[in-house]
Structures are given as C-alpha cells and as structure tokens.
C-alpha cells in the first residue's frame, strides 16, 4: 500500500516548517522533488535545503523528476488544467512505480499549504490507484504576506474574499466586499479596478531572501509595483506574489 504524504512546507523559510512537517519529512522513503524548468530552479532549491536542514533519516531517498508544463495559451482554461494535472498525475504514478513500486510512503513538500489554490490534492486522486493521502498543513501565503506587513486580515467581525487575478480581471471587484485577498495573479490584475479608495498591501517571493514588499494607496503606487514586478521577474526568471486589497474611508 502506498501513502502519500503532502507537506506543507510554508513560503520559502525553511524556518516556517512546522514541527509535524520536520516528523512527517522523516517519515517518508521517498521525498519527490518537481523540477519546474530552470526559470524556476530556485524552487527545488528551496525543497533541497530544507532536506538538508531536517532530514535525519538515513532511510529516506530524494529524487528529482521534471513536471510536464502546462499549455498556458490555451484557450479553454479548465480543460487544459485537467489534461495538464492527468500528465502530473502520469508523471507521479511513473516516479513512485519505479522508486517505490508499490508499498511505502512517498511524500511531496508543497509550497504553502495544500488546501489553498495548489493541485496536489487533485493529482493526488487521479492516481490509479488512489494512494492513502496524509496532509501536513503550512503556513499559507496570506499568512505570509500579512506577517510581514504586520496586518490584520480580516476588519472586526468583517467577512474577506479570496480570489485569483483572473477572476479580478475578468469580473471586477467582489460584488459586497470590502477586503480582497489575490493570488495567482500572472500580471497585475489591480491595474483593472479603479484605484480610488483602495489601499494595497503586495507581497513577492515571500520568506525568500529576495522578499520584496510594498503597501499604499492604490493609486499612488500601482505603478511602482507593475515596474518593480516586471523588473524582479526578468532578474529571476520568474516570480510569484500576492497582495491584499481594502476599500478605505477618505
């Protein structure tokens, strides 16, 4: 029987793992780490150092393995997600079959938590067959994002959205809302909306040494964050961010 273990391992400081997460990582025979193109290097990276700082079972192997890439030009968005999460499926079926075969635990260590805009869970039960799934909860980028602003998230006894640039894009400000919450934002959705009385906190490569932070009224810094965003993104090669938005009172 096959146990999948799905870790999650926070924003990039290995010094937000969680201790279940340091014994859950020890556990394991096998640890699968995604290589995501060279743009995206510093990601296995990430996976490799925290290993290294907390593995301390000689029995555990680490292996890495390259996720097929998803056809982002695709016009029917959900359709070429499901194709693109049936071949990391294939591929993790591929890896456990030849490293495993087919009894053990294979862990993955998943960026964030795997409850919160991540497919894990998803690819995780298309596999054939459906392993025993165990989940390590992570500190989640919102988290993240509002710790280093040092913010609350939420207004006293206020409800907040969480969406993603997409759907801000497409759909406009949360119809009720007064706090939003946006992630997987590919460009910078906020350039959509109108910026009067909006106040953003933004967030990029959080927990990573190259962290980078800022927060304002929309309107006076909307700018500044396109151009450093595209600046941080042509340096590294790629970048993911996310960032708070709130209605104000002038």
Not at 10 to 38: F, H, M, S, W, Y
Not at 76 to 90: L, M, S, T
Request: charged content about 20%.
């Amino acid at each position: 029987m096959i146990t999948l273990s799905l870790i999650g391992i926070g924003c990039g400081d290995p010094e937000q793992l969680t201790l279940a997460a340091v014994r859950a990582i020890n556990a394991a025979d096998l640890i699968l780490i995604p290589r995501k193109g060279e743009e995206k290097s510093d990601l296995a990276e990430l996976r490799r150092e925290i290993c290294a700082r907390v593995l301390t079972s000689a029995r555990t192997r680490l292996v890495e393995f390259d996720l097929p890439a998803r056809d982002a030009g695709r016009e029917d968005y959900r359709g070429g997600v499901d194709d693109w999460h049936d071949a990391v499926a294939a591929a993790w079926s591929r890896e456990i079959k030849a490293h495993l075969g087919g009894n053990g635990r294979v862990a993955f260590l998943i960026w964030g938590d795997p409850s919160l805009y991540d497919s894990s869970l998803r690819i995780a039960h298309r596999l054939d067959p459906v392993p025993e799934i165990e989940v390590t909860p992570g500190v989640t980028a919102i988290q993240a994002l509002c710790a280093a602003h040092a913010i609350p998230l939420n207004e006293i006894g206020a409800p907040f959205i969480v969406t993603t640039g997409r759907q801000l894009r497409e759909n406009g400000w949360p119809l009720g809302a007064e706090t939003v919450v946006v992630m997987l934002d590919g460009g910078t959705a906020f350039q959509s909306l109108d910026p009067a009385g909006l106040h953003i906190w933004w967030g990029a490569y959080l927990g990573m040494p190259h962290q980078m932070m800022f927060s304002g009224p929309l309107a006076e810094i909307g700018a500044g964050i396109v151009e450093a965003r595209a600046a941080a993104r042509a340096r590294n090669g790629w970048i993911m961010d996310s960032y708070i938005l709130k209605r104000v009172s002038s």
